[in-house]
Nanobody
Framework: QVQLVESGGGLVQPGGSLRLSCAAS????????MGWYRQAPGKQRELVAE???????NYADSVKGPFTISRDGAKNMVYLQMNSLKPEDTAVYYC???????????????WGQGTQVTVSS
């Protein structure tokens, strides 16, 4: 089983910055992708950014530029640097990993518990 632990959420003023971190641990044979999703009240969960095993990245159009995703492959960690935050970025942010827990098993999606990001003055 793969466990994900997130950190770095909190309250920030508009225009401020936050850095989210997510550590993956447990039985991990390989990781296909690591990323971040968010869910605001009354809305569906949406992709914010992801980084694929080859290093390519995908971003939601709304965060291109101010947000940067990065990964430390040796530590199985993924980071999301969020700059120029806006009130509409307020949401619970979830770490997501697509991984094979062992060579004999298929690829599965794993989720963190979520961390609250609130952008407000």
């Amino acid at each position: 089983q793969v466990q994900l632990v997130e950190s770095g959420g909190g309250l920030v003023q508009p225009g401020g910055s936050l850095r989210l971190s997510c550590a993956a641990s447990g039985s991990i044979f390989s990781i296909n992708a690591m990323g971040w999703y968010r869910q605001a009240p009354g809305k569906q969960r949406e992709l914010v950014a992801e980084i694929i095993s080859g290093g390519s990245t995908n971003y939601a159009d709304s965060v291109k530029g101010p947000f940067t995703i990065s990964r430390d492959g040796a530590k199985n960690m993924v980071y999301l640097q969020m700059n120029s935050l806006k009130p509409e970025d307020t949401a619970v942010y979830y770490c997501h990993v697509r991984a094979k827990p062992s060579v004999l098993r298929g690829t599965y999606n794993y989720w963190g518990q979520g961390t609250q990001v609130t952008v407000s003055s």
